[in-house]
């Protein structure tokens, strides 16, 4: 027969206790996994107060060719942030050149929930454009570049994830400040003169702007900008 073992939750949350805890330590590990799930991810109870407080907007800025992970990353864990009771809740907005889908470097394509253009002016909380191979060519982009600094200057802070730092600063928004991006594009990074770069850092906070390295660092990036 196979062993049977008791499935022990990871993370110690209210969502988890009052969802999946009690049958967690009674079934079998593998036994009804899709429902098990399912019921890890549900949202709040009924007896949950309600946010009277506005939603804090994150606008996630990505370009044809974009790296998946530097804007899937980030944006689980903001949404398990409200999954998990943060208050005010986050509103993730997606950006593109033109407010259609953009394809990343694995195929897969995301969908568009505004063009860039319409950035201008919003009340953006978090401003994270993602990199990936297609920055460079999207670099190139003046009215995109144009449509970044108009949004920055509405944003709370404003962040990039990996080689999006080459982005922000194309538009000059890195110019006297700190910032860091993947390794392999420190070089392009420091060629624009007027940013420093700090090439061993995770992310780098420097007054409102805070660039993260590669990938997975704009997950931790996510997790301190909180």
Not at 17 to 26: C, G, I, L, P, Q
Not at 137 to 159: C, P, Q, W
Not at 174 to 195: I, K, P
Not at 214 to 225: F, R, V
Request: glycine share 10%; proline share 4%.
């Amino acid at each position: 027969r196979r062993p049977r073992h008791q499935c022990h939750l990871a993370v110690q949350s209210k969502l988890h206790r009052r969802t999946v805890a009690n049958r967690a330590r009674s079934r079998p590990c593998g036994v009804d996994r899709q429902r098990f799930v399912i019921a890890a991810t549900a949202g709040r109870d009924d007896d949950d107060p309600v946010s009277t407080h506005p939603p804090r907007t994150v606008a996630l800025v990505a370009v044809e060719d974009h790296q998946l992970l530097d804007l899937a990353g980030p944006a689980d864990v903001f949404s398990t942030a409200g999954l998990l009771g943060a208050d005010p809740p986050y509103d993730l907005q997606i950006a593109s050149p033109g407010g259609v889908a953009v394809r990343s470097f694995s195929g897969i394509v995301v969908g568009a929930d505004l063009d860039t253009a319409a950035l201008a002016g919003r009340d953006i909380d978090t401003l994270m454009v993602v990199g990936g191979l297609g920055v460079r060519a999207a670099a190139r982009d003046e009215a995109l570049l144009a449509d970044l600094r108009a949004a920055a200057g509405s944003a709370r802070r404003t962040t990039s994830v990996c080689s999006g730092a080459l982005l922000l600063a194309a538009a000059g928004l890195l110019d006297g400040y700190r910032a860091t991006t993947h390794w392999a594009a420190c070089a392009e990074l420091s060629a624009h003169g007027g940013v420093t770069v700090d090439e061993d850092r995770i992310y780098v906070e420097d007054r409102h702007r805070w660039p993260s390295a590669g990938g997975t660092a704009g997950i931790d990036l996510a997790h301190a900008l909180g």
